[in-house]
């Protein structure tokens, strides 16, 4: 393939893995926010470690697609940034729907427990009031910013995660 065939086949392949990072994303939030306490928290634990698991067994698939081209460490890590991307979009969109429409008033108990939490804490108390004034002068945070908040963070976690997942599938010798 030329580099970019190569290029285009990447950004499909990313969208094409991407849908299903997306859908295992949205699962590990569904039990973030349906199950209080014990069962969810664990299940939900157990998915967050499981994210990098599942972003490295993509690159693999990725690589077995691109094999014999001239496939190295860049366009691995574009693959792996660009699969978090696609996937955090579904992410971004299931948050949409549940903060605006399922549950509009979660962020707000969130930052209600976050600052009872806080305040609990000795010599946080300067803190905690910043804060507080901060959320009265800014106000909460809206559906639409934490959706796009969710974008941004999974793309700096592609980047991130994307470095050693590039290196350690780059690496990987071809079964020959």
Do not use: H
């Not at 972003?55 to 190295?72: I, P, T």
């Not at 305040?119 to 910043?130: C, L, P, R, Y």
Request: charged share 15%.
């Amino acid at each position: 393939m030329e580099k970019y065939e190569l290029r285009m086949f990447t950004n499909r392949q990313a969208m094409y893995y991407g849908l299903f990072f997306g859908l295992f994303l949205v699962l590990k939030f569904v039990f973030e926010v349906a199950f209080d306490g014990g069962a969810g928290a664990f299940i939900s634990g157990v998915l967050t470690i499981m994210v990098p698991v599942f972003a490295y067994k993509c690159a693999v698939l990725f690589k077995r697609k691109v094999e014999g081209s001239e496939a190295g460490f860049g366009l691995f890590l574009r693959f792996t940034i660009y699969l978090f991307f696609f996937g955090s979009m579904f992410l971004a969109v299931a948050q949409f729907v549940y903060y605006q429409y399922i549950n509009p008033d979660y962020i707000q108990q969130q930052l209600d427990l976050l600052l009872s939490t806080a305040s609990q804490i000795k010599g946080a108390e300067a803190q905690v009031e910043q804060f507080k004034a901060l959320i009265a002068e800014a106000g909460t945070p809206t559906a639409s910013m934490v959706a796009v908040q969710t974008i941004w963070i999974f793309i700096f976690l592609g980047l991130i995660l994307g470095l050693p997942i590039a290196a350690i599938v780059n690496k990987i010798k071809e079964k020959g």
